[in-house]
C-alpha cells in the first residue's frame, strides 16, 4: 500500500469547518458594511476609497497608483472611481509635489462627513461582530502555531539526546560561507 503524501497528510489536517466560519464571518461583516455604504448613498468601494485616502494621511502619498494598490484595482478602474467621487464633490485632484505628472487625491467636506458617518458604524460593528471573528481566527492560529510548536520541538529532541550537544542541521539550498 502506497504511503500517504504530503498535501494528503496536510488535506488531513485541514480544519474546513472553521475555514468556513472565517470566511463567513468576513463576510457578514463586508455585506453590513456594504448595506451601510449604499445606505449612505455611495457604493462600497467609494467608501473604501474614503477609507484608504483617509487612512494614508502621514503615511504616504495618496496618488492614484498607491490608492490603485490599496484597493488592488488596475490604474484605469482607480480613476474612473476617483472620478465619479470628483464629479460627487466629495475629491479634489490636485498636482504633486516635485513629480508634476503624479495626481495626489484629497478628501473634500462631504466625503469626509460620510467616511466619519461610514466609520463610527464599522467600529460600533467592530464591537459586536469582532469578537466572533477573533475567536475564529485564533482556533485557525492556534491550531497552526501548536503544529509548528510540537514539530518544532520534536525536531529538537530528535536531534539532541541526553548529554550529547546539539549540531546544527544545514537546511537543502542554505548558502554557507564556503559556497
Known sequence: MARPSRNDRIARKIDYSTLAD??????????????AARASGIEPQQYQL???IKGMQGQEPPTIGALAERLQLRHHSAVELIDRLVDRGMLARRPGGRDRRQVLVELRP??????????LHSLREIQTEGPALVATLARLIGKKAAGRR??????????????????????????????
Not at 472565517?22 to 448595506?35: A, I, P, S, T
Not at 462631504?110 to 466609520?119: E, K, M, N, T, V
Open 22 to 35: 472565517l470566511r463567513y464571518h468576513l463576510r457578514r461583516f463586508l455585506r453590513v458594511r456594504e448595506d
Open 110 to 119: 462631504a466625503g469626509q462627513a460620510i467616511l466619519r458617518r461610514l466609520a
Open 150 to 179: 510540537a514539530a518544532s520541538k520534536r525536531a529538537a529532541t530528535s536531534r539532541t539526546t541526553a548529554g550529547q550537544r546539539s549540531i546544527p542541521v544545514r537546511r537543502h539550498g542554505a548558502r554557507g560561507a564556503d559556497q
Open 50 to 52: 474614503l477609507l484608504q
